[in-house]
Each structure stands twice: as C-alpha cells, then as structure tokens.
Antibody, heavy 117, light 107 residues
C-alpha cells in the first residue's frame, strides 16, 4: 500500500523559505510516476504547485514558478518542496501526491504551514 | 494559460437526487480532465480521470463525460457520504491547475 507523509515546520517567517518533505512508503520513487505538491489556503480551493519525475522532468505552476523548487531524493525515497520569499498569502495546507499517468491518485494527509512573524 | 470555469460554485440537493457539475476549459484539452472529491479536513480523493474513467474503488453512481472544452461530473443518486466539495483539474501539457470547486450541501 503506497503512503505519503508530509513533514516540515508549521510556522515560517515572512520573506524566508518554506521547506517541506514528503516521505513515500510502499513504492520506490525511482520506479516511475511524477511526484508533486498541491496547496489549499484556509477556506479556499486547491492550487497546483508542481510535479516532478524522478529523473528530473518538471512541471510548475507559472504563477509560482520563480519561487518553487521541487526535488526528488531516490536514496531516501522522498521528495521535497522549497518555496522562497514567502508571504501571508502562502499560508495553506500543503499536500504531497503521486501523479499517475493522468491524475494525482494518491495523496498525503496534508500539513498546515502558517506564514507569520 | 488554460482557465477552468466550474459551475455551480455551490449546490443544495437531497438524498437520492441526480446532480450534475460542469467544468469548462478556456481551450481544447481533449479528454485530459480529472475530478476529485474533498471532505472537510481531508485530502482530496480522485474520482474520475481522463474525463470518464472511474478510479478503482469509486462507486458507479459517479460518472464523467465530455471532451474538448466542456465536461460534466454526474452523481446518479446522492448518498449521505457524497456531500463534499468537488474539483475539476486538467492534466494537459503544463496546465494542471484546479477549477474553483463546487460545494455540495444537503438541502
């Protein structure tokens, strides 16, 4: 059974960098699939951040592209998100997910990140 | 950039009702369209992929249709556990952002 689990700081200061990790169990990242991030501000809808193949091919949301880095560590079977220069607008629940051929088919439970001084 | 317009934004319905949610893309995305269900405090769940393919384990009362720019999600007979939010999402080239969502409430 494939499972994903997000981890990282729950509080980030404005202008700093948000860093999250998604640990994958029950499946080897290097076997295939894309691995991605989606976020949801409190009371609002879902926003796709981006997703990445284990070998490096990446798709990113143009509205966030310059601030986002998604990377994969096959040795640890995990992938990560870095979002630079955060503001209060980046406060959200952040989900990691596996992207199958067509869609995000397996999701983590989500982790809340608040941007505040 | 491809914009997704989902309607209605909210919907009230009763147990047993047939419900349809629509999603319109700003340009042709063939059948590269997915539907998700999200319950409060939970991660989204994939219902339909490639416009009309039912994800494993999803009840058959859920169905999807459409191609090109116009898509629909239909629930044939609402059950209590179906009251949730629903989102469409394209999976077309570099365009993967979600529709704004439909909140399905009990009437």
């Amino acid at each position: 059974q494939v499972q994903l689990q997000e981890s990282g700081p729950g509080l980030v200061r404005p202008s700093e960098t948000l860093s999250l990790i998604c640990a994958v169990s029950g499946y080897s990242i290097s076997s295939g699939h894309y691995w991605g991030w989606i976020r949801q501000p409190p009371g609002k809808g879902l926003e796709w951040i981006g997703h990445m193949y284990h070998s490096g091919s990446t798709y990113n949301n143009p509205s966030l592209k310059s601030r986002v880095t998604i990377s994969v560590d096959t040795s640890k079977n995990e992938f990560s998100l870095r979002l630079t220069s955060v503001t209060a607008a980046d406060t959200a629940v952040y989900y990691c997910a596996r992207h199958d051929v067509m869609a995000f088919d397996i999701w983590g439970q989500g982790t809340m990140v608040t941007v505040s001084a | 950039d491809i914009q997704m317009t989902q309607s209605p934004s909210s919907l009230s319905a009763s147990i047993g009702d047939r419900v349809t949610i629509t999603c319109r893309a700003s340009q042709n995305i063939n059948t590269y369209l997915n539907w998700y269900q999200q319950k409060p405090g939970k991660a989204p769940k994939l219902l339909i992929y490639a416009a009309s393919s039912l994800q494993n384990g999803v009840p058959s009362r859920f169905s999807g249709s459409g191609s090109g720019t116009d898509f629909t999600l239909t629930i044939s007979s609402l059950q209590p556990e179906d009251f949730a939010s629903y989102y469409c999402q394209p999976s077309y080239g570099s365009f993967h952002n979600f529709g704004q969502g439909t909140n399905l409430e009990i009437k």
